[in-house]
């Protein structure tokens, strides 16, 4: 009875990350870089895009390691590592895989490279730089809402 609500604890921690690190990036996608692309002075749009997406990259990196450390918590507890091997659990995967991608760019290649090489781009083409950003945002999004999808549904028991 205890372990189950340790259970139930991942799993609110578990989504509580996912509400804050998803929604923020559908903020991003969806109103700020829109809202950033019509700022006409480029150096006042790099400026204010870097001061607001460093702020929320601080938040997502939190939500990311809550969201990873109850996700493993609930695999191990219902000893699920098998779904990885049936496509039925396509969910388990594209979950696994978004969160993957996430942590490289926060952890990884934000603080090593990609923070510089951006800036460098969008000082050189500001609208090429941006109109990137937004696409890469969207497919991620994309994703991350049909991992969402996938999940709430396989985790309430429908069969896919
Ligand atoms: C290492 C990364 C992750 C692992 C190991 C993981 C693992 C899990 C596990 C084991 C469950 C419970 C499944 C069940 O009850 O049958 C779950 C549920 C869920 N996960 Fe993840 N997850 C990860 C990342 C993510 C990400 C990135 C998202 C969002 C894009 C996400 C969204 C959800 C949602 C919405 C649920 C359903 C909660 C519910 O309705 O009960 N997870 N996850």
Do not use: C
Not at 24 to 42: C, W
Not at 92 to 119: A, G, N, S
Request: glycine fraction near 6%.
């Amino acid at each position: 009875m205890e372990n189950i609500s340790y259970l139930v604890l991942a799993r609110i921690l578990h989504v509580i990350g996912v509400v804050i690190w998803i929604g923020g990036v559908a903020f991003v996608t969806t109103v700020l870089i829109p809202s950033l692309k019509k700022i006409a002075d480029t150096h006042d749009r790099l400026e204010l895009f870097e001061q607001l997406e460093g702020k929320f990259a601080f938040q997502a990196k939190i939500a990311t390691l809550i969201t990873g450390v109850s996700g493993y918590y609930m695999l191990d507890f219902l000893n699920a590592w098998d779904r990885y091997l049936h496509l039925q659990f396509w969910w388990m995967h594209l979950m696994t895989f978004i969160w993957v991608i996430f942590t490289v760019v926060l952890f990884v290649l934000e603080p090593l490279f990609l923070h510089r090489w951006f800036r460098e781009q969008a000082t050189k083409d500001s609208e090429n730089a941006f109109a990137w950003l937004h696409r890469i945002h969207i497919v991620l999004l994309t994703l991350s809402m049909l991992a969402v999808l996938g999940a709430v549904a396989g985790s309430h028991g429908f069969n896919f």
